[in-house]
């Protein structure tokens, strides 16, 4: 993240999909996450998550531009040894 908020982000499912911006902020004492993914069958797609210590988990809500629908989505921490 530079100081602008600004995050360098990759997105696969399982292929790479065109992340057209992803920025990051503090708001309310919480970590803020905004994605918006930009590529066929993603025209628009937004993520809007916050940063959850305690679960160690980014949760919030997934915008599905195609099909206009808004989805809960929750993103867990993988620790690999």
Do not use: H, W
Not at 22 to 31: C, I, M, T
Not at 35 to 44: K, Q, T
Not at 66 to 81: G, H, L, M, P
């Amino acid at each position: 993240m530079d100081a602008a908020g600004k995050l360098d982000a990759a997105y696969f499912n399982p292929s790479p999909i065109n992340v057209a911006q992803a920025q990051a902020s503090k708001g309310d004492g919480q970590l803020k996450v905004f994605v918006e993914l930009r590529d066929v069958n993603y025209p628009g797609c937004t993520y809007n998550l916050t940063y959850d210590a305690a679960t160690d988990q980014l949760t919030g809500k997934y915008y599905q531009a195609v099909v206009q629908e808004t989805y809960d989505i929750a993103f867990a921490r993988v620790k690999v040894n």
